[in-house]
């Protein structure tokens, strides 16, 4: 039990998550800036060039309207990866995905089973600038943006992707499918030649508005943890 999990559970009305974690600590150690995870000089390399290509990013017209945009923060070589719609207001001026309440509970959720936001997930979101007014991206938007979570995915090449709404999983997985559709079982998204397990979660945002959904939360949750606990150690 660490201090993440004690925090999370009121948060989200749960108890305890065993499991080991040994084996993915020690991977990860392995892999952190001095161990080698594939060549990490030319992983660098292609992080950097793809930050640039976001950072300058003129393809729509959001380009107008944003104050920067919103690349991506956490773990390169991530064995989660969570991908959320678009920036918000405080997004776009911070910079980061998800901040503010949503963020917080975001962590929480991270933290209840054993992880954390910075060493262990890495978080970006389907559009890289904040659509005017908060409004649903539109579909030239997400075309556009598209390549850039795609390169995102594949450089990351995560276990496992957590989906957070509607429209980051419509987006990610193609389809036009409601949450109560694609929640409780892994879906799959793919990478190259890697099929990647996709679980389908709610947005933080609805269930502060819903807290009675944070069960079906914690158990898609459960999932995640189930699907990092049986990949190898080493990946």
Same mark, same amino acid.
């Given at each position: 039990? $660490?201090?993440?999990?004690?925090?999370?559970?009121p948060?989200?009305?749960?108890?305890?998550l065993?499991?080991?974690?040994?084996a993915?600590?020690a991977?990860? $150690?392995?892999a952190?800036p001095?161990? $080698?995870?594939?060549g990490?000089?030319?992983?660098?390399?292609?992080w950097?060039?793809l930050?640039?290509e976001v950072?300058?990013c003129?393809?729509?017209?959001?380009?107008?309207?944003?104050?920067?945009?919103?690349?991506?923060?956490?773990?390169?070589?991530?064995?989660?990866?969570?991908?959320?719609?678009?920036p918000g207001?405080e997004?776009?001026?911070?910079?980061?995905?998800?901040?503010?309440?949503?963020?917080?509970?975001?962590?929480?959720?991270?933290?209840?089973?054993g992880?954390?936001?910075?060493r262990?997930?890495?978080i970006?979101?389907?559009?890289?600038?904040?659509?005017? $007014?908060?409004?649903?991206?539109?579909?030239?938007?997400v075309v556009?943006?598209?390549?850039?979570?795609?390169?995102q995915?594949e450089?990351?090449a995560p276990?496992?992707?957590?989906?957070l709404?509607?429209f980051?999983?419509?987006?990610?997985?193609?389809t036009d499918a409601s949450?109560?559709?694609?929640?409780?079982?892994?879906?799959?998204?793919?990478s190259?030649?890697?099929?990647?397990p996709?679980?389908?979660?709610?947005h933080?945002?609805?269930?502060l508005r819903?807290?009675?959904?944070?069960?079906?939360?914690?158990?898609?949750?459960?999932?995640?943890?189930?699907?990092?606990?049986?990949?190898?150690?080493?990946?």
């Open positions: 039990m $660490d201090e993440s999990q004690r925090r999370a559970w948060w989200l009305g749960t108890g305890p065993w499991m080991p974690r040994a993915r600590v991977a990860d $150690d392995a952190e001095g161990g $080698d995870r594939g990490q000089g030319d992983a660098s390399a292609a950097e060039s930050r640039r950072s300058g003129e393809l729509c017209s959001l380009c107008a309207t944003r104050t920067q945009t919103v690349f991506g923060v956490g773990r390169e070589h991530a064995r989660c990866l969570i991908i959320g719609e678009a207001a997004e776009d001026r911070r910079g980061e995905p998800f901040v503010g309440r949503a963020g917080e509970l975001l962590d929480l959720m991270i933290g209840a089973i992880h954390d936001r910075q262990d997930v890495f970006a979101n389907v559009l890289k600038c904040r659509p005017p $007014d908060n409004r649903d991206p539109a579909g030239e938007e556009r943006c598209q390549p850039f979570l795609v390169r995915v450089l990351i276990v496992v992707i957590v989906a709404g509607r980051a999983a419509q987006s990610l997985l193609s949450i109560a559709s694609l929640r409780g079982r892994a879906q799959s998204y793919r190259g030649e890697r099929e990647i996709v679980v389908v979660t709610y933080p945002a609805y269930l819903t807290p009675l959904d944070k069960a079906k939360a914690w158990r898609d949750l459960c999932l995640v943890a189930e699907i990092l606990n049986a990949a190898p150690a080493g990946q």
